[in-house]
């Protein structure tokens, strides 16, 4: 199982919206957001690049980071679809 950087584990905590209190506007936001066209099309090169094992350390940092932010992304998402199915 991929476990997130430390980082990430405490921009899930400072960021823990649902905690406080989400907004359906907010939650609808949220789950508006997605990678841009160019990043999607970098991660999959990437994760090409990595299958064929010839990533180097710098792709292998960057895929990291889309990896990473990708899983705050889906955290964050999977609050807010929490958010927005509690009764008004």
């Known amino acids: ?3 997130p950087k430390p980082h990430v584990d405490v921009l899930r905590r400072v960021f823990d919206l649902s905690g406080h209190g989400m907004t359906r506007p907010l ?3 949220i ?4 990678f841009p066209e160019g990043d999607a099309a970098r991660i999959d090169k990437l994760n090409a690049r990595a299958n064929e094992g010839v990533l180097t350390d710098e792709e292998e940092a960057e895929l990291e980071a889309y990896i990473n932010i990708g899983d705050l992304l889906a955290y964050w998402q999977s609050k807010a679809r929490q958010a927005l199915q509690q009764p008004a």
Do not use: Q
């Open 1 to 3: 199982m991929f476990r």
């Open 31 to 34: 789950l508006a957001l997605d």
């Open 27 to 29: 939650a609808e936001s």
